[in-house]
T-cell receptor
């Protein structure tokens, strides 16, 4: 079966750095996605990892360890607008996506 | 990226009525589209895969007779919630298949359904 876990909620201060973890157990592995979702809106794509290591994209970076079934999303220089839910997801059966439980991040001034 | 629209963006209906939600791909054609449901403070759950020209495939535990899916063309998929009940109140989101550089899915803006 497929199982993806994330912390439910996190809080951080504006300007700080926060790391959101995601652990997964899947039959087969075809990469891992991170999406951002603001309340009441659609998820938007942030990053994709298929090989081990760190992928950096501006203030956001994503890390993957396939042997450990582990990924994290690193957000630097936090801004108020980063308050949102962050969802990790893994594809299966070609195009389907299974989402993690999601992490609600609240950034305080 | 690929653009997906949904209509309506929100709907309120009485218990026992049916509600149709449309999902359109605006700048690409899709032989498959995906329907998700999201309850408050929860993650997205895949309900079904809509297939153009054939029956939808439903995930385990999703009632196919209650959630009717029709993929009428390469740019339109509809989800009809039949005989809606308050427990069907949720955020329904559709997406097209992977279109981006990383084969990422692009999501519609979602439809908030409230059943009274």
């Amino acid at each position: 079966g497929q199982n993806i876990d994330q912390p439910t909620e996190m809080t951080a201060t504006e300007g700080a750095i926060v790391q959101i973890n995601c652990t997964y157990q899947t039959s087969g592995f075809n990469g891992l996605f991170w999406y951002q979702q603001h309340a009441g809106e659609a998820p938007t794509f942030l990053s994709y990892n298929v090989l081990d290591g760190l992928e950096e994209k501006g203030r956001f970076s994503s890390f993957l360890s396939r042997s450990k079934g582990y990924s994290y999303l690193l957000l630097k220089e936090l801004q108020m607008k980063d308050s949102a839910s962050y969802l990790c997801a893994v594809p299966y059966n070609t195009d389907k996506l299974i989402f993690g439980t999601g992490t609600r991040l609240q950034v305080f001034p | 990226g690929a653009v997906v629209s949904q209509h309506p963006s929100w709907v309120i209906c009485k218990s026992g009525t049916s509600v149709k939600i449309e999902c359109r791909s605006l700048d690409f054609q899709a032989t498959t589209m995906f329907w998700y449901r999201q309850f408050p403070k929860q993650s997205l759950m895949l309900m079904a895969t809509s297939n153009e020209g054939s029956k939808a495939t439903y995930e385990q535990g999703v009632e196919k007779d209650k959630f009717l899916i029709n993929h009428a063309s390469l740019t339109l998929s509809t989800l009809t919630v039949t005989s809606a009940h308050p427990e069907d109140s949720s955020f329904y989101i559709c997406s097209g298949p992977g279109q981006g550089a990383y084969n990422e899915q692009f999501f519609g803006p979602g439809t908030r359904l409230t059943v009274l």
